[in-house]
Every structure is written in structure tokens, then in C-alpha cells.
């Protein structure tokens, strides 16, 4: 059996993960296609018409540590079969949600962190050594990596510990030609955003279509490049993050958001 290259991504059914796939599923044999829904992912295979034979869907739920070696396992094996090398690692798993810190209970941030943060290193961990030079290694943070956020707090706090990883990972790869790429869009128009809070219609600034972010970020990956930030505003807004002062940022932000985290009065 000949060396089977391979594309592994998470968070592969939803809008971002979906339109990243399509972007990268002609340059592999296989794509490995992880979610927590199995139908979705099926689904997935089947909206891929010529390519859907390379999409092999894995139902796991990344929150569960001990899932992981489901991947271990399955690399292992390719291995012992003439081979795998993995050409892209793309960690995309994630969702988050408005609201106060003290209304997140102990089972959601564990879950939280585990599968934006626990999930996220393992796997890149898992599947460094089947890696090559040229290969690359995506990981989404979010422009909510690069200042504390009240009101999604836990979210923010979690892609940043994704930017900050990613951004060492690169320099600890350096030599060995994985190139390493941090993803740090703002707003993205999916089904994990909601158009309501409290009984008030949310704006969104700024607001990308998931299309259009994974193009930016997939032609980053491909030149190499740090972070992928999709657009011009964006950007501004993340320059602004890190170099104002960061009380008068988190203020600006708070008087933003408050208003649709505090219910309506009657």
C-alpha cells in the first residue's frame, strides 16, 4: 500500500471547518473529516460529489480527553500500511456563547477548555510526528485572542491560549519546516452565532462570511504566514487591542456588549 497523504479537520461540518475542506481536500488522499455529529459529517460526504470518497467522517466528542486516541490509534495503523503523512492538521472544534462568568457551570468551561484548548494541543502533539517539511498546521483562535472580553469571557480566554500556543509551536517547529499558522478572524455569519439576546436583535461588526475567512486563511497557511486576520477592519480592531490602553479597550467593549447581556427590564 503506498504512503496515504492525508488533511485532518476538526470542526469539520460546520460553515468554517466546511469551506476550509473544500480548500484543501484536492491536495490528499484522505481527508479525515471530525465531529461530534456523525449525520453532519455524513452529510459532508455526500455534499463533496467526486471528492466525497476522500472524506472519512469520525464522530468524537473533543471535549472527552479520552477520545483522542481514536486518532492515535487510526494513525497508527495507516502507518503499519505503508504509511501516512499528514499535509494538513487544521484544529477548527469550537463554539462559545454570551453571558456573565458566574452563569457557566463547572461541567461547561471544563468542556470548553477542554475542546478548544486540551483538544487542540493533543492532537497537534498526536499528529507532529507524522508531519513533514511543507506540511501545515492551522489552528483557529479568534480575534477575541488578543483581549480580555467580559461577557464572553471564557470563549476569549480559551482562543487566546490558542493564539499564544500556536505562536510558540511555530517557533518550536521552525527547523523542522511545519509551518505553523494562527487564524484569527472576527465575526463569522455561521449557525453558532445567535441573532438575538434577551429579547434584543445583536449587531455584529464586521461580520465575514465563513467563505471568505477560510480563503484568507488557507492562502496564509500556504505562504507561511503567522496569523490570518481576513479582513482590513479587523485588523485595525486587533491593532487597536494590543496597543491602546487595555482598560480603555475592555471599557469600549463592555459598553458594546452589556446591553445585550442584561435582560429587558419590564
Keep these: 500500500?503506498?504512503?496515504?497523504?492525508?488533511?485532518?479537520?476538526?470542526?469539520?461540518?460546520?460553515?468554517?471547518?466546511k469551506e476550509i475542506v473544500?480548500?484543501?481536500?484536492d491536495g490528499v488522499d484522505e481527508l479525515w473529516a471530525i465531529g461530534r455529529n456523525l449525520s453532519k459529517l455524513e452529510s459532508l460526504k455526500a455534499e463533496f460529489?467526486?471528492?466525497?470518497?476522500?472524506?472519512?467522517?469520525?464522530?468524537?466528542?473533543?471535549s472527552d480527553t479520552n477520545s483522542y486516541s481514536a486518532i492515535a490509534s487510526k494513525l497508527d495503523g495507516y502507518s503499519k500500511n505503508g504509511g501516512v503523512?499528514?499535509?494538513?492538521?487544521?484544529?477548527?472544534?469550537?463554539?462559545?456563547?454570551?453571558?456573565?462568568?458566574?452563569?457557566f457551570s463547572t461541567a461547561e468551561i471544563s468542556s470548553s477548555v477542554a475542546c478548544h484548548c486540551i483538544a487542540m494541543a493533543s492532537i497537534c502533539n498526536i499528529c507532529i510526528p507524522y508531519m513533514k517539511r511543507g506540511d501545515i498546521i492551522m489552528n483557529v483562535a479568534s480575534q477575541s485572542a488578543f483581549l480580555p472580553l467580559p461577557y464572553i469571557n471564557l470563549y476569549a480566554s480559551?482562543?487566546?491560549?490558542?493564539?499564544?500556543?500556536?505562536?510558540?509551536?511555530?517557533?518550536?517547529?521552525?527547523?523542522?519546516?511545519?509551518?505553523?499558522?494562527a487564524v484569527c478572524p472576527g465575526w463569522i455569519k455561521t449557525n453558532l452565532i445567535v441573532d438575538t439576546l434577551n429579547g434584543k436583535k445583536v449587531k455584529y461588526p464586521l461580520i465575514d462570511n465563513a467563505e471568505h475567512v477560510a480563503k484568507k486563511a488557507v492562502q496564509a497557511a500556504r505562504?507561511?504566514?503567522?496569523?490570518?486576520?481576513?479582513?482590513?477592519?479587523?485588523?485595525?480592531?486587533?491593532w487597536?487591542?494590543?496597543?491602546?490602553?487595555?482598560?480603555?479597550?475592555?471599557?469600549?467593549?463592555?459598553a458594546m456588549i452589556k446591553k445585550y447581556v442584561e435582560p429587558t427590564q419590564e
Design 85 to 103: 503523512q499528514i499535509r494538513w492538521l487544521v484544529n477548527n472544534a469550537g463554539a462559545g456563547r454570551f453571558g456573565p462568568s458566574a452563569e
Design 49 to 62: 460529489a467526486e471528492h466525497g470518497a476522500k472524506i472519512v467522517p469520525i464522530a468524537m466528542d473533543l
Design 158 to 181: 480559551t482562543k487566546a491560549f490558542v493564539y499564544s500556543y500556536t505562536q510558540a509551536l511555530r517557533r518550536e517547529l521552525k527547523s523542522s519546516g511545519i509551518q505553523v499558522t
Design 240 to 254: 487597536i487591542q494590543r496597543h491602546f490602553p487595555q482598560q480603555v479597550a475592555i471599557s469600549a467593549w463592555t
Design 1 to 17: 500500500m503506498a504512503m496515504k497523504k492525508i488533511a485532518v479537520v476538526t470542526g469539520a461540518s460546520g460553515g468554517l471547518g
Design 223 to 238: 505562504k507561511g504566514k503567522a496569523l490570518s486576520i481576513n479582513t482590513l477592519g479587523v485588523k485595525v480592531v486587533t
Design 22 to 25: 473544500k480548500r484543501i481536500i
